[in-house]
């Protein structure tokens, strides 16, 4: 066989970027050999020429116009590292197809809010596009979703999609920590940015969570629409306490089809012990496909890190010929099935609910009777000694109910004087 | 999109033939909307036409030589699924590749044996086969290897491949069975089949670990050659002290690249309590693949059953237009390396050693003293009061030690009096 010379163009040279670059100045001899393919990164560019990198932009040609590469003979790949769901990510996506490219990337806001555009515009001009490190960092899950599980109907998709969130809630459970100081370690350590505010307050889950429903289900999502909750609000107290009830506490993307409705939620969850997702620990992601024919499929793999990420884009690559990605990421206007999106209201489960109360007798029955006469029915209930300001902390887990009677129930606990703290409400997931 | 017609012959009309006709019968209307692919089951054939089956098979043309569908034109794919590394299932296969027909098949002996030579005639053909239900039942980890994990170098591949021998392990566990109640147990659920030996013995496993190895690293290796133990020496005993020394008992496959050389085995292993691999239950099976670059990916599912292992059947005639498979399962005339085979002697690893001694005196401290002079250091020691004809559980667990040294020690412990049982050696692995 013939060896295939690919020329390569790669915009946004920050961690990911010079990442790719040394898989394939490492590795091009043994893909050569192994797959025919030659690569040659024909055209670099980035916001700041100056900045100072590890790698010698001189060794390549440095296009001051990004959009200039996908006009360039010379490149077949267009490698979009920029971010940004808008603007010169969307623009390079347009014009790499138009221009029968092949447009890789690792933008999930991208994806999440123009993945149909984007499809459409392919299927339009005979051209492709990848985008495997958008989701799950080194898990190699969109290509699993679109070239495996495409055998039965889906029921659920869910999983740990935020290596920032996942190794801040370990630090608190394993060395005790307050938020704050797990995320500044996190931070120190590479496994958050500078502004974290995305990744904590979920919506970097959000996006990705659109992205799994889109290729489970074929829906497409506003993620500006999907119920989102952070963890900034998780104190050691819930970490230890959902310990002692056999939980850990993690951050999920869930998405579920039940009558032909998906609801899709990100939000703090407990999650038994035993499960196998509860191992799942610091900057680890995990995603799990629950299929009606082949059952539940788990994924576990690093999440973020600029070589586990550069990997999956590098296995984009290596997968140009590749014809028939595209027939999986279903378009809106040839939808397979009719179905809509459901509110989390109709969600039915446990919770934990935690408050801080005046340190009086009687004020535990007060609240469990108030409890009792909204019928919610409560299966534990604690009341800690670790009181601050003569304020002690109450802990309830419900039984089953729905997400509307509990934040009804909620509003009205809010007027309570006898609750001195906002009330911190956790979902208990048995997945 | 025009729809594409596809005719699928299938021979062997078991669990998982059946279970595939079920899988196209329901699901291919959605298959013609979703990927524009029309199947229809064009031939079938089985060696005993008489059998009572629950699928009515006067709807289908029957073969009564299924040789001859390779030559039938109203058939693109050839389903195998009678078993078996040579006779039928290898001149099925050799005829399909040779008539350009697309060759699916689920049998790993086959794969293992004659992989490279099915290769070879693809190559020669310009045909293509898939094998996706041969390794890991449900689990999608041969598209996965072949499509994803082709980045950065294998370090190692491994896991539990074998779901009769891990849910028998299981049970022994969970419900203090002995090895033959477990067995008949996992029998009466269809998780053993009437004659588990290849599955009991590691045989199974190994067939699959061969097949992993050549996508890893591209070797090829007689499943005779592989170092391989089964599990019916464990008994209650070993698995109650594995789990006070914090561990499970699983039976793992292991293949691993060190020094240019593959060293690969199938024994029971104990593992950390705290690992993932020790809460994959029952029939599931787990993979994990170490690789420099994307790290340790593991992939968890059903590894065994009709619905999973049909499904992985039906994503390989789903793949029917993917041109780029063959690539990544290396052709021994086209290597992209040198590797060589590594004996396990070269493995260094902790060891539990049990025995049974005469209940007397000082013994204890003279099998002690025995590792001590030769040189092997031992860890933790235990005495158990269980004993049995007057004979006594010791139970040892060594540091790390060569394989080649704890086996000539423990040739020379056989000629001792005072041991009156069979050792049984098992490994530690800190994977």
Not at 125 to 136: H, L, P, Q
Not at 138 to 162: A, D, E, F, T
Not at 298 to 311: D, E, H, L, N, Q
Request: glycine share 6%; net charge positive.
């Amino acid at each position: 066989m013939s060896i295939k010379k690919i020329g390569i163009g790669i915009v946004g040279l920050g961690t990911v970027g010079s990442g790719l670059i040394e898989i394939i100045q490492k590795n091009n001899n043994s893909y050569k050999s192994k797959y025919n393919l030659d690569f040659s990164i024909n055209g670099i560019s980035a916001k700041n020429k100056k900045k100072k990198r590890n790698i010698n932009i001189k060794n390549y040609k440095w296009f001051n116009d990004p959009i200039k590469m996908t006009e360039f003979s010379d490149i077949d790949i267009i490698v979009e590292l920029v971010g940004g769901s808008d603007g010169l990510a969307l623009k390079l996506a347009e014009k790499s197809l138009i221009n029968g490219k092949y447009f890789v990337t690792a933008n999930k806001a991208l994806i999440a809010k123009h993945g149909i555009k984007i499809l459409d515009l392919s299927i339009k001009y005979n051209s492709k596009f990848s985008f495997e490190a958008a989701v799950g960092g080194g898990i190699p899950i969109i290509r699993l979703m679109q070239n495996s599980m495409i055998v039965g109907k889906i029921k659920s998709v869910y999983g740990i999609l935020n290596g920032t969130c996942n190794y801040i809630l370990t630090k608190m459970r394993e060395n005790n920590l307050q938020f704050n100081n797990a995320l500044k370690k996190a931070q120190q350590l590479g496994f958050a940015e500078a502004n974290p505010e995305d990744d904590i307050n979920g919506v970097d889950t959000a996006y990705k969570l659109a992205i799994l429903s889109n290729l489970a289900f074929g829906i497409t999502t506003k993620v500006s629409e999907i119920f989102t909750e952070g963890i900034s609000k998780i104190e050691e107290i819930d970490i230890k306490m959902a310990e002692k009830l056999g939980y850990k506490i993690v951050l999920l993307g869930i998405s579920n089809l039940k009558n032909n409705k998906v609801m899709q939620r990100v939000h703090p969850s407990l999650v038994s012990n035993n499960s196998m997702i509860s191992k799942v620990n610091n900057e680890l992601n995990t995603i799990i496909i629950d299929d009606e024919i082949a059952d539940k499929i788990m994924v576990v793999g690093k999440g973020a890190g600029k070589k586990p990420t550069s990997a999956s884009v590098m296995a984009d690559i290596l997968n140009i010929n590749d014809e028939n990605k595209k027939k999986f990421f279903v378009s809106k206007s040839k939808k397979a099935n009719n179905l809509s999106s459901q509110d989390i209201s109709k969600r039915e489960g446990k919770f934990y609910i935690r408050m801080g109360v005046d340190d009086k007798p009687g004020v535990l029955a007060d609240i469990t009777l108030f409890f009792k006469k909204q019928k919610i029915s409560i299966k534990s209930m604690f009341q800690l000694d670790d009181k601050v300001k003569n304020i002690v902390p109450l802990i309830f887990v419900t039984h089953k109910v729905t997400e509307k009677k509990i934040s009804l129930v909620l509003k009205k606990m809010d007027a309570l004087k006898k609750i001195k703290t906002k009330i911190v409400l956790l979902r208990i997931e048995e997945l």
